[in-house]
């Protein structure tokens, strides 16, 4: 079982920055990729990025490429997802998963609770 908890989200300004983390307990990080999602309201969850677990290759959704950024610290059983240049239309709940791609999982497939992200001036 693995227990997922996110933070660091909050209300910026449009083009400000956050800085989401992901810290898991009750087993390591190291096996798993790590997914970060996001639902607006209205709107179904969509996949924004994912790190893998041996590698730590990437991939980003083209809607934030180039303005956010997702890193792992597996000592410290954690990921970040580093938000910059933030938009009003980024505004949602931001999870993590230890899948990539929704439903993919199986019995291995563990989300967090989620963190409120809003962008407005």
Known sequence: QVHLVESGGG??????????SCVASGSSL???AIGWFRQAPGKEREGVSCIGASDG??????????RFTISRDNGKNTVYFELDN?????TAVYYCATVCVEG?????????QGTQVTVSS
């Open 11 to 20: 209300l910026v300004q449009p083009g400000g920055s956050l800085r989401l």
């Open 30 to 32: 190291d096996y798993y």
């Open 57 to 66: 290759s990437t991939w980003y959704a083209d809607f934030v490429k180039g």
């Open 86 to 90: 933030l938009k009003p239309e980024d």
């Open 104 to 112: 993919t999982g199986g019995n291995e497939e563990y989300w967090g």
